[in-house]
């Protein structure tokens, strides 16, 4: 079982910056996929950012702006946020991929809230 604690949410002004974290924790656990998703009211749950190996993938809405790195000695993944926007205001949501490819896990969610 693995657990996914996300940290970081909270408000800024557009044009401003926030880095979210997310920790994994369990017993022998491998992750090989960490990422982000993000879910707005009213919409569709999409994906942010993702690393994995050999490479990473972001949405064309965040690219140039954001930025994911991951620490894998602590089974830690970031999301460097810059130049918010108000319609980056959603719950964002921690996203990993355990190596056997079949398993995956969501943590609670943190809220970004952009103000224009």
């Known amino acids: 079982q693995v657990q996914l604690v996300e940290s970081g949410g909270g408000l800024v002004q557009a044009g401003g910056s926030l880095r979210l974290s997310c920790a994994a924790s369990?017993?022998?656990?491998?992750?090989?996929?960490m990422g982000w998703y993000r879910q707005a009211p009213g919409k569709r749950r999409e994906l942010v950012a993702l690393?994995?190996?050999?490479?990473?993938n972001y949405a064309d809405s965040v690219k140039g702006r954001f930025t994911i790195s991951r620490d894998n000695a602590k089974n830690t993944v970031y999301l460097q946020m810059n130049i918010l926007k108000p319609e980056d205001t959603a719950i964002y949501y921690c996203?990993?991929?355990?190596?056997?490819?079949?398993?995956?896990?969501w943590g609670q969610g943190t809220q970004v809230t952009v103000s224009s």
């Open positions: 996203y990993a991929v355990l190596e056997d490819i079949t398993t995956d896990y």
């Open positions: 369990g017993s022998n656990i491998s992750i090989r996929v």
């Open positions: 690393t994995r190996p050999g490479g990473t």
